[in-house]
C-alpha cells in the first residue's frame, strides 16, 4: 500500500486504503487527482497535512489500482479521484482546501469530471461520506443524502459538475 511508505497503517477495502472515518454522513469531500508517476510525491505532500488536519481521507490502494480509475474502469465516476478527503463538519474547509491547493500547485492528473474544479489536482463535490442506504422492494439500493429541508434525495453524480439543489457552494 502507498501510504505504509509514509508510516501510516490504513485499513485496505477493496481498490481503497483509508485513514480515520468520518462520522458525518454528508458534506463537501475533496478529491485529489494525480498520475501514477507523481502518485507517491503527492502523498509525501499531502499526508501530513491530512495528519495535521486530523481529516479522515481514503486513495486509491496501489498504482496499479490509480492506473485502473484514470482509465475509466472502476467506474466513469471515479476517474481522477486519487485520494478523497473527508472534512470534519468542525473543519474550516477554504481553510484545508486553500492549503491542499498550495500544497499541490503544478502536480498533474486527470480531470475529475463529476466535481467543481478548485486547483491544479483539487476537485470537490457535495455527497454522502456514509450516506444513507435504501432497498426497494426490488432488493435495489440507493445512496441518499439530505437536503437542507430534509428531504432525501440520491447521492448522483453529475458530468458536468452542478451544485445540488438547496447545497451552499462555499468556494465561490
Known amino acids: 500500500c502507498l501510504l505504509q511508505g509514509l508510516g501510516i497503517s490504513p485499513i485496505v477495502r477493496g481498490p481503497w486504503a483509508s485513514v480515520g472515518k468520518s462520522t458525518a454522513v454528508q458534506g463537501w469531500k475533496l ?11 503527492l502523498l509525501a505532500v499531502v499526508a501530513p497535512l491530512l495528519d495535521r488536519w486530523g481529516c479522515p481521507f481514503k486513495i486509491a490502494k496501489d498504482l496499479k489500482t490509480l492506473a485502473q480509475l484514470n482509465e475509466g474502469s472502476l467506474g466513469t465516476t471515479q476517474v481522477g479521484k486519487f485520494v478523497t478527503v473527508y472534512p470534519e463538519p468542525t473543519h474550516d474547509i477554504l481553510e484545508l482546501t486553500s492549503q491542499l491547493i498550495d500544497a ?14 478548485l486547483g491544479d489536482v483539487v476537485y470537490a463535490r457535495y455527497g454522502g461520506f456514509n ?38 457552494n462555499p468556494f465561490e
Open 104 to 117: 499541490t500547485n503544478g502536480f498533474r492528473g486527470p480531470v475529475v469530471r463529476t466535481d467543481l474544479r
Open 31 to 41: 478529491h485529489l487527482s494525480s498520475i501514477p508517476l507523481d502518485a507517491k510525491q
Open 131 to 168: 450516506p444513507l442506504v435504501l432497498r426497494d422492494r426490488l432488493g435495489n439500493i440507493s445512496l441518499l443524502v439530505k437536503r437542507p429541508d430534509g428531504s432525501l434525495h440520491p447521492d448522483s453524480y453529475s458530468t458536468p459538475f452542478i451544485l445540488p439543489d438547496g447545497i451552499e
